[in-house]
């Protein structure tokens, strides 16, 4: 599986813009981004997913580099409810994949009032 | 929908003796996996399932037994328990198809076990 690596940790002050970066140098022409994060006690959540186009959604937006080998993630504005563990993670598309996650150390994103 | 449900929350074992956790989900996904969490770590793949009757090997398959009898249900046994199985356990849950590589999984609130 294609690697990712990310900061081990970032602060963030609340409700200003939070960018979580992602390098991803290996990916192949198949691989999907997909972002979960982990809140304090709880199972992961999907947060977003792409390909090779931005996304956005209601929980926040996906900025994929044009040579795929990165991306960001990006909290518009950051509450203390975002304070959580943020997973970068390549996703197979292949038919043999079934949907497996690899999970790597994350990046833990503290929120500060 | 209760989504996915973790039975129990929380187990102490002792060396040598043995449990199964169950998973259950209401969203009549096809896809099933057991993750573990050590502690400061990510999750890595035990067992998954694709589907009723099918079990497959994950990441780190060893000292654990799946099945997978209904749909709904994924169970995850250890049948003699060792200090190195002291994890967080999830079950997670997925639609299975030819998209899957874009399905999200869903997952439960994990299984805290401390074995002694």
């Known amino acids: 599986d294609a690697k990712t690596t990310q900061p081990n940790s970032m602060e963030s002050n609340e409700e200003e813009p939070v960018h979580l970066p992602c390098n991803h140098s290996t990916i192949s022409g198949t691989d999907y981004i997909h972002w979960y994060r982990q809140l304090p006690s709880q199972g992961p959540e999907y947060v977003i997913h792409?390909?090779?186009s931005n996304v956005n959604n209601r929980m926040a937006s996906l900025a994929i580099a044009e040579d795929r080998k990165s991306s960001t993630l990006i909290l518009h504005r950051a509450t203390l409810r975002d304070a959580a563990v943020y997973y970068c993670?390549?996703?197979?598309?292949?038919?043999?994949?079934?949907?497996?996650?690899?999970f790597g150390q994350g990046t833990i994103l503290t929120v500060h009032p | 929908n209760a989504g996915v449900t973790q039975t129990p929350k929380f187990r102490v074992l002792k060396t040598g003796q043995s449990m199964t956790l169950l998973c259950a989900q209401d969203m009549n996904h096809e896809y099933m996996y057991w993750y573990r969490q050590d502690p400061g770590m990510g999750l890595r793949l035990i067992h998954y399932?694709?589907?009723?009757?099918?079990?497959a090997k994950g990441e780190v398959p060893d000292g654990y037994n799946v099945s997978r009898l209904k749909k709904q249900n994924f169970l995850l046994g250890l049948e003699s328990a060792a200090p190195s199985q002291t994890s967080v356990y999830f079950c997670?849950?997925?639609?299975?198809?030819?998209?899957?590589?874009?399905?999200?999984?869903?997952f439960g609130p994990g299984t805290r076990l401390t074995v002694l």
């Open positions: 993670i390549l996703r197979d598309s292949g038919g043999t994949s079934y949907g497996k996650l690899t």
């Open positions: 792409g390909l090779t």
């Open positions: 399932s694709v589907g009723e009757g099918t079990t």
């Open positions: 997670a849950s997925s639609y299975g198809t030819t998209m899957s590589s874009y399905n999200e999984q869903f």
